[in-house]
């Protein structure tokens, strides 16, 4: 297995404009998780979704952010418009329910999203 | 509420030093216990895991040991090599009733040649 797919690898933007991050789970893995990691908030749970429908957003940090999974192989998160404290690495996981204990999740290699 | 606690990093060593990093746990059931290894522009990866009282888990040199009684599960290497330089996390998970993985903060290690 190719693992969890990120793209894109770097994304550089001005501010206002819309950008998509996108992931492909493992397959058959039927949970997906989205995060942010910044230096100063450390690794940030933004939402997660089971057999593609999201569980929890709470972690979402304002309208302006919005996360799709149409399937169970392709996930976006799309923020809109971006700001420069928007600035992050951005990690998709994933997880097999019944082995979650067991293995945890496995990570994407990340967004690295920079807003000028 | 569940939560997870780890030695504040930088931790910086010379090569073939040994590594303690301490994590610390709270939590309602028993979860299973992990710590997770982020090389520098890498996702995070599983480095090991242990997940009922008093399993060791061991992957690459790195030793932890699940202590109940103490509610913590310490990260631990004989001898650390440079290549060992990279971001450490402590997690839990399978609480009852909760989907999610409780990630620490994380550890930054820095090795000196």
């Known amino acids: 297995d190719a693992g969890v797919i990120q793209s894109p690898r770097h994304e550089v933007t001005e501010m206002g404009q819309e950008v998509t991050l996108r992931c492909k789970p493992i397959s058959g893995h039927d949970y997906l998780f989205w995060y942010r990691q910044t230096m100063m908030r450390g690794l940030e749970l933004l939402i997660y979704?089971?057999?593609?429908?999201?569980?929890?957003d709470s972690g979402m940090p304002e309208d302006r952010f919005s996360a799709k999974m149409p399937n169970a192989s392709f996930s976006t998160l799309k923020i809109q418009p971006s700001e420069p404290r928007d600035s992050a690495v951005y990690f998709c996981?994933?997880?097999?329910?019944?082995?979650?204990?067991?293995?945890?999740?496995?990570f994407g290699s990340g967004t690295r999203l920079t807003v000028v | 509420g569940d939560s997870v606690t780890q030695m504040e990093g930088p931790v910086t060593l010379s090569e073939e030093a040994f590594l303690t990093i301490n994590c610390t746990y709270t939590a309602t059931g028993y979860p299973s216990l992990f710590w997770y290894v982020q090389y520098p522009g890498e996702g995070l990866q599983l480095l090991l895991k242990a997940t009922k009282a008093d399993d060791k888990g061991s992957n690459k040199g790195f030793e932890a040991t699940y202590r109940k009684e103490t509610t913590s599960f310490h990260l631990e290497k004989g001898s650390v090599q440079v290549s060992d330089s990279a971001v450490y996390f402590c997690?839990?998970?399978?609480?009852?009733?909760?989907?999610?993985?409780?990630f620490g903060k994380g550890t930054r290690l820095h090795i000196l040649p």
């Open positions: 996981a994933s997880s097999l329910d019944r082995a979650r204990p067991t293995y945890g999740y496995t």
């Open positions: 979704f089971n057999n593609n429908v999201p569980i929890d």
């Open positions: 997690a839990l998970s399978g609480l009852a009733g909760d989907d999610k993985i409780i």
